[in-house]
Each structure stands twice: as structure tokens, then as C-alpha cells.
């Protein structure tokens, strides 16, 4: 393991909450892994914990087996000697130092003889494609090339990981694609181990060898990115990773086909395939279905249930219907023609496969699945 | 480490700042209740001598103090917010130079600004009196106008304070976003609805702000009593302290108690001020470079004009054109007189008062000490203000705010009680003087590096923490290179009013180290008005061209990029 967190705790005076509570996280090396979830959901503290520029109030982090900070025991080390390259939200480009000497900085710092310093600024402003931009002002450059200076800065002095905290959530939407892409290269040709935040579900499964979806100061879910979209563990991973529609389902067995009902749509579902024993071991459990997972039919078919229309949102490559069915609503996605009127009738079903298990329902869970 | 994040040094600082500006107050405290300066027992019967056998005469002092501080923060208050409405919300004509005009008085101490106004408005042969008695015919060979009245204290001090509304008021305005007006257009109110329905709503805030602080300045002032009470008797407390303190037979035992009055009244001011002001944000601020909407003066915009730079130029050019045309005249003349021309003000300074250029050179040294003491101090405050989490950030916050609510007399008085003992005798040494101005100007530090903190990203200092920079070196090459423009701005502002200082400085100054306050002070007790005039168009220009100087040398270098090696 390069970075290992165990019991992590911090508390911010004047706040009843912990922002972190118990956090266990592992990262292996030359591994990106990105902390992923809402604002205050502690993944920005996680990350300064594990920086430095936050002192928690328990738990032990090690960085390439060396203990950086043991609560219990009162071992800290400063941020400045854990040999961490870090990225900000706000690029933390100084302002007073030109394109080089931001750079060049940390190798000021460790002493680095004056050619040697050079040589290893020029070659990782080439990695970054500043090259043409070393003798410039900081102040005169692009948001993005103000970025990749403070890139070619977490990474100049050979660190033992790279920390992201909402590099690109400053960008515009296009120019934050390339950099998503660039960053990912770049990572993985330097083998760097780094660990990455962000809000931004897209973002997090571009970049990403492992997600922690966090909630509440806690690792909700972690896994590849396939993993957590395909096997969502909650009600509250499966809603932030794509809005899904949140339902109570009873499950039935009869004739050795399990059957699953939706009672609040209507909706029975034949779960002809081996759905998960753990899910299903219990009669009633939450069910998501994301809204390109809802079959909207123009007329009535089968086991599909009636609806009607409430709203209609044009998102160009399809529309999202809100639909009420027995006074629930639920969300699907359609092709954008025909385009349905407001109260217009039309029939819901959804396929098997597309239903996703999250197990028994717990108040909580159900509060923030609504 | 030990720099930024640990508890130590802000609890330090805490008591290093608590010491230094209550350890003064408390020998104040201590010989109001004391029997005499060589009876170490306690007792009462000072505040019984004040308050029950003088009882008419305190009350007649008290009333005096009171009415110039209300009557001058009156005066301030409607000059100022009139002359911002006209700069920052009007089509007003040469608004840019009408601002320099409007805050040049500013930069000479009110004590000057005094002394002036005795060229304009004295009885017999101010300037005004003059002609007002030829444009009304009078007969008379003194009058109408009297500048040596509670009035006329009020007028010197009240446009003196002016520029601290017009500043406070103006910031607001500016930063005011202009759509919170439109709406008000838009909703059907005229120019001058708005003006008075929403504008003035708005800024209200600054406006109350800036006249506790103009109110506070007033109760504390001593320069303006001294020159226009004293010599009719017209007393008001800082200069009734002064002159038991200073006046053969000193009475300290009784200039103690009334400066613990004043000491309690500032006290009450400031928490006020702070009770008026907490939980109040000022104004939206847009952080857009909008052009605020001009009021569009119409018709009256050129009469608006000519009556606003009417009354600046009389007000605020006259009394400086008089004191420079007082300077290079043998004697105080009305009319001009191009045979009494003479620089024997100036060549004979030195034959007249022999530790005049001495006193300039003091006060030049002793304000440069001070003001780069005082921002240095107040960087480390901040610093510790800014960084530390929890109460001891708080407590050192007020503790570095403290000196605002002591006013400059009592502080003088407090010192020269404190250090006139062993084990420390700092009387007629410099360092006392220091003493004084680096504690009565650590507010101002604190605030002028806070403000410069607090506008750069922490994620600026973190970098160089991630790239591995220990405190010093994060201090050195980020923090201070940064904040560099608001530091040096701190420190000119803190040199100039230390230039200017007269409050403390004339308790303080002794024969040994004379500054300008105490040379300023015997000069205009010789009644040589010529001598008085010179000396401060000399201290004047002293201080322009050092802080002009500091500014462009500064101004320069600041944001110079590091090349390539």
C-alpha cells in the first residue's frame, strides 16, 4: 500500500457533525483514486488530512509505510516534509514569481543545484506543454495553463503522491475535458500514486482506477468505476451517480421464479435470472431504476402500468419525462420525438436486468433515496 | 511551525500587546486612588476634589467636551457624506480634483489646521473678519466671526474629521451594486427617492461607522483645545489633563481621574461603535468593475460646482495658502504686502528655537522606527488573527484593538506614570515616545495587514507548504511578497499620522528628545506666528518627500518578476 488511512476523525470546533468519522482508506501504488461525492461530504478533508494541512483528531495515516500522522500517539509531521505534490481548486499560483519560478520552487526549497534545477523545470514543462511559457509572468497566463504550471509544480520534485482537490471545477466545460485526459496521461506515464476530488460523477469515472463514493464524512461505497455504476451498495450511491428513481420493491417466490413488486407504481417485474441471495433474502428492499432503464410504451402491454405525463425537459440528444403513476413520480428518458403533451397516458414496464438491487431498505436510506 | 500554526506565539503576542498597552493604563488607574505621589495609601478623595468640591467647573468641562465632540462629528458627518454623494454619485464637474482638494487638510495635523484658522478668523486680524466687515459695511474693528469659541473648535475640528466620512461613505458607495438603484428607478422613484429611500439606506451603515470614529477622534483630540480653548479659558478634558500634567504645580492625582472619565466615555464610544456595527454586513459588493449611475445635476450643475469648490477652497486651501503666506512674511498682514516679504522665518528658525531642526529630525527618525515597528508587529498579529482557529484568536484580535479606545492623552499620561519609576525611567528618552506610537498605532497595523491577508488565498500558502517551505521561508518568499503592497501602505499611513502625532507627544517630548509637537507647542506660546508657519511648511515637506520616496521606491519594485537564470 502507498497511502493507508485508518480510523480517520476530525471534528471542526462549533460543529456537532465530524466532517470525517472512522474514514479507512487504502490507495496502491501508481493508483488514481478519486474521492467522490457532495459538497460537505468530507472528501476535501480526507484529502487535506492526508496533506497535512489539517490535523485530525484521530486516526493514523501512513505514506509508503512511513506513520506521517498517529493521533493516539501525537506523531505529526509537517505538510512541508511529507513530500506531497498537491493541485488546488484555485491553482495557488504565485502571483509574484514568473512561470520558471513557480516551478522551480520546491527545488529551491530542497537545495537543488542551479543547472540541475534547470534542466528538471525545462523538462517538466515540456511534459505539461509550458515550454514556450517559462520566462512569463504567472499573472499573464490562461486559467488552464495556470493549472498545468501548478501541475508541473506538484510533480517537479519527484513526490511520493500527487493530491488533487477539484483541480478543473474552475474550468470551462470543454477545456476541463482536456485537462481531465491530460492529467490521467500524465499520471500514468509518471506512475505517480495520486488521489483525486472531486463532485463530479463524469469526471470521477473518466479519470479513475478506483471511486469512493463519500457521504457524511464516510467511504459509502468504494470499487472501479464499473463496479460502483453496475453494483451501486445504497440507495445514496445509486441517486448520485445518475439521479435514479428510488422505489420500495417486495420480492416473491413462486414456482422457483422470484417475482419483485413495486407496490407504490404498480409494477411487477419477473426476475426470470439468479438475482443476488443477499439482496433478495429478505421480502421488501430498495430498488433502483435509472430513467434510461424505464420502458415508456405509447399504449397498454403486458404488465405494463398506465402513467401520466406531469413535465416534458427537451435535454437534446432525448427527453426526460416526469411521470405519476398512483401518485408517485418517476423519471425516464425517451427518444425526443414524438414529443408527449402534459397529462398525456402512457404505459411503463421495465426488463429485468435494468433493475438494480440495493438490498434491505433503511429509514435513512429511504430518506435519501425521496 | 512555531510561526503559523502553533498556540504559543499568538498567546505571546496576546500578552506582549495586553502588556503593552495595559500595563500604562493601570499606573493611570492606580494614582487616581492614590493620596499622593509619596503616600502609597489608597483612597478617594481625588474623585471627591473632581466630583463633589469642583463639581461646577467639571460639569462646565464635561458640557464643553461633549458639545465639541457631538457639535465637530455633526459637522463632519454632513460634509462628508454631501461631499461623496457629489464625487461618486453625481455629474458634478472636476469631481477627481475636488477629491484631492476636499483631502488635502488631512495631511497636516489638526493642531496646524488650528493655527490657520487664527490667520482667517481671529477677531481682530483674521483674514475673513476682514472682509466680512468690508462686504457688510461693519464699523466695528474685531468680529463678526471668532474663531476662538466652542464654535469655532467645532468648525476646525468638525471639517478636520470631514475626509474620515467622505472616505468610509464613498468606499460604500462605490461598492455598492448599481442595480439595487436601478431597481429603485424602475419601481417609479426619482433621482432624489433614490437617492435619500435607498442610496442613503444603504450606505448607512459606513456613515455610522465613520462618525463613532469620528466621535471617538474628537473626545481624544488635543491639538484644536489647546490652540483655540486655552487662551480663553475654554477647557475640554484631554486639555484640562494636559495642563495638570504639564502646568506648574502638576496635579496628576487629579489629571488621573480625569482620564479615567475619558478613559470610561472612549471605552462606552468603541463599544458602541461595536454594538452598532456587529452583525451588520456593509454593502453588497458586485466585485464588477460597473460604473455606478450619475445623479444628472441638470441645470444646477455648474451653480452645484461653484458653491462645492466655494466652500472646499475656503475651507480647505485658505487656511494652507495663509500659513505658507504667513511663513515668508516678517509680520501677519491681511492685505498683500509684497515689501514684508522675507525668509527670516525660516533662516532664523534655528537663532529663535535652537532645537527646531533638531526636533524635525527626531520626529522624522522616531516615526520611521515607529511605523516599521508597529507594521511589523501587526504583521505577526494578523498572521496569528488569521491563522489561529478558536477564542485565543479573538482574545489577541482585541487585545490588538484595544489602543482605539484609549485616547492618546490618557495614554501619554499612563506612560509617563508607568515610566517615570524604576525599575524602568524611560522618561526623556526616546523610548518612551516609541513606546507610545508603536502601541497607539497597532490597530491601524492589524488592520491594514489583515486586510491584505485576508485577500490572499490560503491555497497560496499551502502550495509553498506542499512544495515543502518551513514558516520562515513560506513568510519570506510568499506571504510578505504578496501582502507587500498593503504592508508599505500601512506603514505610510502609520508614519504620516506619526508625523503629524501631537497628543501624546507633547507629554512625552522633553527637553532632551524635542519633536515637532513640543517645538510647534513653544513656538506658539512666543506668539511668533511667522516661526510657527515656517517650522510646519518644514515638517510638512519632510514628511511628503519621505513618503513620496517610500511609495515609489516601493510601488517600483512591487510584482517585479523573477527572471529566468
Known amino acids: ?30 493508483e488514481l483514486t478519486t474521492l467522490l461525492g457532495p459538497s460537505g461530504s468530507g472528501k476535501s478533508t480526507t484529502l487535506r488530512c492526508i496533506a497535512g494541512l489539517e490535523r485530525p483528531d484521530q486516526g493514523t495515516i501512513r505514506i509508503d509505510g512511513q506513520i506521517v500522522c498517529d493521533a493516539a500517539r501525537g506523531i505529526w509531521i509537517k505538510p512541508e516534509q511529507r513530500r506531497l505534490g498537491m493541485v488546488f481548486q484555485s491553482y495557488a499560483v504565485w502571483p509574484h514569481l514568473s512561470v520558471f519560478d513557480n516551478i522551480a520552487f520546491p527545488l529551491r526549497i530542497l537545495g537543488v543545484e542551479r543547472s540541475r534545477m534547470r534542466r528538471k523545470v525545462e523538462e517538466v514543462a515540456d511534459l505539461v506543454g509550458l515550454a514556450e511559457f517559462l520566462g512569463r509572468p504567472a499573472t499573464k497566463l490562461s486559467g488552464g495553463q495556470q493549472q498545468r504550471v501548478a501541475l508541473a509544480r506538484a510533480i517537479v520534485f519527484e513526490p511520493r503522491a500527487i493530491l488533487f482537490d477539484e483541480p478543473l471545477s474552475n474550468l470551462d466545460a470543454k477545456l476541463r475535458e482536456r485537462m481531465r485526459r491530460e492529467i490521467r496521461s500524465l499520471q500514468r506515464r509518471t506512475g505517480l500514486t495520486a488521489i483525486y476530488v472531486t463532485h463530479d460523477q463524469v469526471e470521477a469515472f473518466a479519470i479513475s482506477d478506483r471511486i469512493a463514493v463519500m457521504n457524511d464524512g464516510r467511504i459509502q461505497q ?103 403513476s398512483a401518485g408517485t413520480e418517476l423519471r425516464a428518458f425517451v427518444s425526443p420525438e414524438p414529443v408527449p403533451s402534459i397529462g398525456q397516458r402512457l404505459w411503463i414496464t421495465a426488463s429485468p436486468n435494468a433493475v438494480v438491487h440495493l438490498g434491505p431498505a433503511t429509514p435513512r436510506e429511504d430518506r435519501q433515496g425521496s | 511551525m512555531w510561526l503559523i500554526s502553533e498556540r504559543m506565539p499568538a498567546a505571546l503576542l496576546a500578552i506582549l500587546v495586553g502588556f503593552l498597552v495595559l500595563y500604562p493604563l493601570f499606573w493611570v488607574v492606580e494614582a487616581s486612588f492614590r493620596t499622593s505621589i509619596l503616600d502609597r495609601t489608597y483612597t478617594l478623595v481625588w474623585y471627591g476634589k473632581v466630583f463633589v468640591e469642583n463639581s461646577a467647573p467639571t460639569v462646565e468641562l464635561f458640557y464643553h467636551t461633549v458639545v465639541l465632540a457631538l457639535g465637530s462629528t455633526l459637522l463632519a458627518v454632513v460634509v462628508g457624506v454631501a461631499a461623496a454623494l457629489l464625487v461618486a454619485r453625481t455629474d458634478m464637474p472636476g469631481r477627481g480634483a475636488f477629491t484631492i482638494v476636499f483631502l488635502s487638510p488631512f495631511f497636516l495635523t489638526p493642531m496646524i489646521t488650528a493655527v490657520s484658522w487664527t490667520l482667517l478668523a481671529s477677531p481682530r486680524i483674521g483674514l475673513y473678519n476682514d472682509l466680512l466687515r468690508w462686504v457688510l459695511r461693519l464699523d466695528a474693528l474685531t468680529g463678526p466671526l471668532d474663531i476662538y469659541s466652542e464654535g469655532g473648535m467645532i468648525w476646525v475640528l468638525g471639517l478636520y474629521l470631514s475626509p474620515y466620512v467622505y472616505l468610509f461613505t464613498s468606499a460604500a458607495l462605490r461598492s455598492l451594486d448599481p442595480s439595487l438603484e436601478e431597481a429603485a428607478r424602475m419601481s417609479g422613484a426619482s433621482a432624489g427617492g433614490t437617492l435619500f429611500r435607498v442610496t442613503l439606506q444603504l450606505v448607512r451603515p459606513a456613515i455610522l461607522s465613520s462618525a463613532l470614529l469620528a466621535l471617538i477622534l474628537s473626545f481624544g483630540q488635543w491639538g484644536v483645545p489647546a490652540i483655540l480653548g486655552v487662551p480663553v479659558r475654554t477647557y475640554v478634558l484631554t486639555t484640562a489633563i494636559w495642563s495638570n500634567m504639564a502646568a506648574w504645580p502638576t496635579q496628576r492625582e487629579y489629571a488621573a481621574v480625569l482620564s479615567v472619565a475619558l478613559l470610561v466615555a472612549a471605552f462606552i ?62 509680520r501677519w498682514t491681511t492685505s498683500l504686502r509684497l515689501d514684508l516679504l522675507t525668509l527670516r522665518n525660516y533662516t532664523g528658525l534655528a537663532s529663535l528655537e535652537p532645537q527646531a531642526f533638531v526636533a524635525i529630525a527626531n520626529s522624522l527618525g522616531l516615526s520611521v522606527l515607529g511605523a516599521t515597528l508597529a507594521i511589523s508587529l501587526s504583521l505577526f498579529v494578523s498572521l496569528c488573527i488569521t491563522r489561529e482557529r478558536g477564542p485565543l484568536a479573538r482574545i489577541l484580535d482585541y487585545v490588538a484593538m484595544l489602543p482605539v479606545s484609549v485616547p492618546s492623552v490618557v495614554f501619554a499620561v499612563g506612560l509617563l506614570m508607568a515610566y517615570l519609576r524604576p525599575p524602568l525611567v524611560l522618561y526623556g528618552t526616546p523610548y518612551i515616545l516609541i513606546l507610545a506610537y508603536v502601541t497607539l498605532f497597532i490597530p491601524v497595523g492589524v488592520r491594514a495587514s ?67 509637537a513640543t517645538v510647534l507647542w513653544s513656538l506658539w506660546s512666543l506668539g511668533a506666528y511667522g516661526a510657527v508657519a515656517s517650522f510646519e511648511v518644514l515638517c510638512t515637506v519632510v514628511m511628503a518627500v519621505v513618503a513620496a520616496v517610500v511609495l515609489a521606491v516601493a510601488n517600483r519594485s512591487a510584482f517585479q518578476v523573477g527572471s529566468r537564470p
Open chain 1, 1 to 30: 500500500m502507498s497511502i493507508e488511512v485508518r480510523g480517520l476523525t476530525i471534528r471542526y470546533a462549533g460543529t456537532a457533525q465530524p466532517a470525517v468519522r472512522d474514514l479507512d482508506l487504502e490507495i496502491g501504488k501508481g
Open chain 1, 222 to 324: 468504494i470499487g472501479t468505476p464499473q463496479e460502483i455504476y453496475a453494483r451501486p451498495n445504497s440507495a445514496y450511491v445509486a441517486d448520485f451517480l445518475g439521479a435514479a428513481n428510488i422505489l420500495t420493491g417486495r420480492y416473491t417466490t413462486e414456482a422457483g421464479r422470484t417475482k419483485l413488486a413495486i407496490p407504490s407504481v404498480g409494477l411487477a417485474i419477473d426476475l426470470d435470472l439468479d438475482v443476488d441471495a443477499k439482496s433478495t433474502d429478505s421480502a421488501t428492499g430498495l430498488v433502483a431504476l435509472r430513467p434510461e432503464d424505464v420502458q415508456v410504451l405509447p399504449s397498454a402491454a403486458g404488465t405494463a402500468v398506465e402513467t401520466s405525463v406531469r413535465e416534458v425537459e427537451y435535454l437534446g440528444r432525448n427527453l426526460s419525462l416526469t411521470l405519476e
Open chain 2, 269 to 330: 464610544f468603541v463599544w458602541a461603535q461595536r454594538r452598532a456595527l456587529s452583525g451588520r454586513s456593509f454593502v453588497t459588493v458586485t466585485g464588477r468593475g460597473f460604473r455606478a449611475p450619475a445623479v444628472a445635476l441638470g441645470r444646477w450643475r455648474w451653480p452645484i460646482a461653484a458653491a462645492a469648490w466655494s466652500f472646499t477652497v475656503a475651507t480647505g486651501v485658505m487656511p494652507l495658502a495663509a500659513l505658507v503666506y504667513a511663513s515668508v512674511m516678517s
Open chain 2, 450 to 516: 489583515t486586510s491584505a491577508l485576508s485577500q490572499i488565498d490560503p491555497a497560496l500558502e499551502e502550495a509553498a507548504r506542499m512544495s515543502g517551505a518551513g514558516p520562515i521561508r513560506r513568510l519570506a518568499m510568499v506571504l510578505v511578497p504578496l501582502i507587500r503592497p498593503g504592508l508599505v501602505a500601512g506603514w505610510v499611513l502609520i508614519y504620516i499620522s506619526l508625523m503629524k502625532e501631537v497628543s501624546s507627544s507633547i507629554l512625552l517630548g522633553s527637553p532632551s528628545v524635542p519633536v515637532n
